[in-house]
């Protein structure tokens, strides 16, 4: 494990993914996580959680943390603040893009299956959506089924395509060769499962418009991740730290590894400055 002294002055801007990073196995968030979390925000930085999740699954991690900073969430696509639980802002795949995809995908990939995160956009509460023939291997709440056109119809935050016969690397693999840069994808477990935002969201995207209003270069950002769909955003950043139990892309690209999601390796990094 490579370790880096802690440089002379504190980052500002601290992003993190969630699953596998910040949140340990059990889904919870240890106490040593949360006191770092607090003290640096009395420091004066910037806290942000960049994560695959949809808002809707944001709550428990904000009733753990206190409900500090802003969340990227969907890859990206959306800018949640979770002080107030409120969408600040948001990107969507529209519909001809999304069914561009689907096709495209269905042409290369037998037996493909699809399902859509809707929002929330403009009021509207999000949801999940899925065709019949998509398997979701979590509990999703209340779920729509519905054939795709009808689940893109008004835009998706994420686009899910799922292969029974594919791993995820595998499956991301074929859908870049078939797809280029018509959409924006990328995998954060490895159950076959595709995850697709409209072209240039990204959590790189997301997190760098953050630090742009906030006036922070990327020089002043530390990021945290252990998935490829956190790839852009540790590219992105000034300095990029992977979890001992991240995807070998990961290990391969970031400054540093810490600890694993378990130990509290985020913490174990902040407690350097904060």
């Known amino acids: 494990m490579t370790r880096l002294a802690?440089?002379?002055?504190p980052p500002r801007l601290v992003a993190t993914d969630l699953d596998g990073t910040l949140v340990r196995s059990d889904l919870s968030i240890g106490a040593r996580t949360?006191?770092?979390?607090?003290?640096?925000?009395?420091?004066?930085a910037l806290f942000v959680m960049v994560t695959g999740r949809p808002p809707r699954w944001m709550r428990p991690v904000a009733e753990e943390t206190g409900h500090r900073g802003l969340a990227v969430c969907a890859n990206g696509a959306i800018l949640y603040d979770l002080h107030t639980e409120r969408v600040v802002r948001a990107h969507v795949l529209e519909r001809d893009a999304a069914m561009h995809v689907v096709e495209a995908l269905r042409r290369d990939i037998p037996g493909i299956a699809f399902a859509v995160e809707k929002g929330p956009l403009d009021g509207v509460p999000g949801g999940f959506a899925r065709e019949d023939v998509y398997v979701p291997r979590w509990d999703n709440g209340e779920v729509a089924v519905e054939a795709v056109a009808d689940m893109v119809a008004g835009g998706a935050v994420k686009l899910l395509a799922r292969s029974e016969e594919m791993g995820s690397d595998e499956l991301l693999a074929v859908a870049r060769a078939c797809l280029g840069d018509a959409a924006e994808m990328t995998h954060s477990s490895d159950g076959g499962l595709l995850e697709i935002s409209a072209a240039g969201i990204s959590k790189a995207s997301g997190l760098a418009a953050v630090a742009e209003e906030a006036g922070i270069p990327a020089d002043e950002v530390i990021a945290f991740g252990d998935m490829p769909n956190d790839l852009p955003m540790l590219s992105w950043a000034g300095h990029s730290v992977g979890m001992a139990?991240?995807?070998?892309?990961?290990?391969?690209?970031?400054?540093?590894?810490?600890?694993s999601n378990d130990d509290e390796g985020v913490a174990q990094v902040l407690e350097r400055w904060f």
């Not at 949360?34 to 004066?44: H, P, T, W």
């Not at 139990?245 to 600890?259: F, G, P, Q, S």
């Open 6 to 9: 802690a440089g002379p002055r």
């Open 34 to 44: 949360v006191e770092v979390v607090e003290r640096l925000e009395k420091a004066g």
């Open 245 to 259: 139990n991240a995807h070998a892309e990961v290990l391969a690209l970031v400054d540093e590894v810490t600890a």
